[in-house]
């Protein structure tokens, strides 16, 4: 099974520009690279997703690497309201849906 | 619209009790899930479906039935309660093949099983 792995948490300072980084080694070719991000006490919402190249939308940018084994979720200015737990997501070949591990667990500060 | 919305938001049981738990989406989504999820760890699925009378397993379903007689509604049932059922439930759907669409998730509900 394709799997994903993660930092537990990071931490970053309002205003500033936050990487998180996933690293997906045994990805397929065909599979997108999902984030979604679960805000304390709410159901997880999606981020972003892409398959190849570089995509941005106005939450976040994702940067996928040119071998697509590893991938970067940009946050270009974090908020308070950023502070959640980032999933990086393949597919699940076993059940139609997506698998979520444990994620990243981002805290921001003012 | 109204998005996915979970009923109850919170319940309390005791071992031994049943319950249902209802999902509802109004964006006529094919596929709906459900998961639980405990203290520090991710989502768990316990069934899904692709369409409107069909359900299958998931990764946790033991304790647990489904139904999908309405395309909008997805519900959950506890036969028997047990406290290791004692989590998040979470709902969510997809217009299509989650691995390519968004998959939209409702607020939860939380079950305390004593």
């Known amino acids: 099974d394709a799997k994903t792995t993660q930092p537990n948490s990071m931490e970053s300072n309002e205003e500033e520009p936050v990487h998180l980084p996933c690293n997906h080694s045994?990805?397929?070719?065909?599979?997108?690279i999902h984030w979604y991000r679960q805000l304390p006490s709410q159901g997880p919402e999606y981020v972003i997703h892409?398959?190849?190249s570089n995509v941005n939308n106005r939450m976040a940018s994702l940067a996928i690497a040119e071998d697509r084994k590893s991938s970067t979720l940009i946050l270009h200015r974090a908020t308070l309201r950023d502070a959640a737990v980032y999933y990086c997501?393949?597919?699940?070949?076993?059940?139609?849906?997506?698998?979520f591990g444990k994620g990243t667990m981002l805290l921001v500060s003012p | 619209n109204a998005g996915v919305t979970q009923t109850p938001k919170f319940r309390v049981l005791k071992t031994g009790q049943s319950m249902t738990l209802l999902c509802a989406q109004d964006?006529?989504?094919?596929?709906m899930y459900w998961y639980r999820q405990d203290p520090g760890m991710g989502l768990r699925l316990i069934h899904y479906?692709?369409?409107?009378?069909?359900?299958a397993k998931g990764e946790v379903p033991d304790g647990y039935n489904v139904s999908r007689l309405k395309k909008q509604n997805f519900l959950l049932g506890l036969e028997s309660a047990a406290p290791s059922q004692t989590s998040v439930y979470f709902c969510?759907?997809?217009?299509?093949?989650?691995?390519?669409?968004?998959?939209?998730f409702g607020p939860g509900t939380r079950l305390l099983v004593l």
């Open positions: 045994t990805i397929s070719g065909t599979d997108y």
């Open positions: 997501i393949l597919r699940d070949p076993g059940y139609s849906t997506l698998t």
């Open positions: 969510a759907s997809s217009y299509a093949r989650p691995w390519v669409e968004t998959q939209y």
């Open positions: 964006m006529n989504h094919e596929y």
């Open positions: 479906s692709v369409g409107e009378g069909t359900t």
């Open positions: 892409g398959l190849t």
